[in-house]
């Protein structure tokens, strides 16, 4: 982990504007990591942040709190490569009653290449942006370039193999359904998703309201490309 502040009941504020590089094994790696269990957190990001991993999962920015901010206008990439390939470029969620907002204005990439998982696990995992709020409003602006790319590119053993490969541009999602699931673009998203053999989906921008009256709306002027 490159950066990781923790409270248990207090307020977490990060501001980072220098480069970070984060490379773990088999435990993964974190660019900024930040999370208080009764208070708010914030981050905001105008440097570079790197996070890579062989085995394990990475991602560039962590984010928790009861409620969350993240406010990204630097250069963010998480790349993991493994037989289970799990890469996230942020993860912001309000845990209680606060809301869960995510900016950007710079550019977030996630890269998973995955190789050959267990039996009904995905290969290769990879979202731009994940934001979550359990009640309230989890809303994300993206000004910036915001791109997810999954790939299970193995050779199949036999006719029989199969693998699965996911990919994400920008999730939001509110659980409870007290609040509202929102994404706001007015820039780039681009979501990829590739397998040799067996099944890969791709979407670009993806809103969930999830509790009976919960609410998600996209508002989209700019670019959203999948493939």
Known sequence: TGIDAQSPFGDVTVVNASDITAVGLYYGAIGINANSVYGDTHVANSGDIYAASIYGAATGVYALGEGS?????????????????????????????????????????????????????????????????????????????????????????????????????IQSVNVYGLGEASIDNTGAIYSTAATTQGFASAWGALAQGLGAYGDASISNDGLISTY
């Open 69 to 169: 901010s993240v406010d990204n206008s630097g250069s963010i990439t998480a790349v993991v490569q493994g037989d289970v390939a799990r890469a996230t470029g942020v993860i912001n969620a309000a845990s209680y009653t606060g809301d869960a907002i995510t900016t950007n204005s710079g550019d977030i990439n996630a890269i998973a290449q995955g190789g050959v998982a267990p039996y009904g696990v995905y290969e290769a995992q990879a979202v731009g942006i994940y934001n979550l709020a359990v009640l309230y409003d989890s809303a994300v602006g993206n000004s910036g370039t915001v791109s997810a790319t999954a790939l299970a590119m193995d050779e199949p053993v036999d006719l029989f193999s199969f693998f699965t490969a996911k990919a994400i541009g």
